[in-house]
Nanobody, 120 residues
Framework: QVHLVESGGGLVQAGGSLRLSCAASGRIFSINAMGWYRQAPGKQRELVAAIRSGFRTNYADSVKGRFTISRDYGKNTVYLQMNSLKPEDTAVYYC??????????????WGQGTQVTVSS
């Protein structure tokens, strides 16, 4: 089994910052990519940012210049530093991992989600 556990969500005023963390654990052989998605009420889940092997990153246009994704390979952890937050960033944020487990089976894993609320 592979597990992803997020932390760091909360309530913040517009213009503030939050840092999300997501730790992967379990029977992991390797991690191809990790990323953050978000889902606001009544909207589809959307990619926020992702980081792949070799530290290649990509961001949604709406967060470029404000959010930074990073990864600690030794800890199997991915972070999302969110600055200059806006009310429209309010959503449940989900961690995602493309992971090869110890049986060499490739899977797409999700965390339980963490709420981020930005007040105006």
């Amino acid at each position: 089994q592979v597990h992803l556990v997020e932390s760091g969500g909360g309530l913040v005023q517009a213009g503030g910052s939050l840092r999300l963390s997501c730790a992967a654990s379990g029977r992991i052989f390797s991690i191809n990519a990790m990323g953050w998605y978000r889902q606001a009420p009544g909207k589809q889940r959307e990619l926020v940012a992702a980081i792949r092997s070799g530290f290649r990153t990509n961001y949604a246009d709406s967060v470029k210049g404000r959010f930074t994704i990073s990864r600690d390979y030794g800890k199997n952890t991915v972070y999302l530093q969110m600055n200059s937050l806006k009310p429209e960033d309010t959503a449940v944020y989900y961690c995602n991992g493309e992971i090869l487990d110890s049986d060499y089976l490739r899977g797409d894993y999700w965390g339980q989600g963490t709420q981020v609320t930005v007040s105006s």
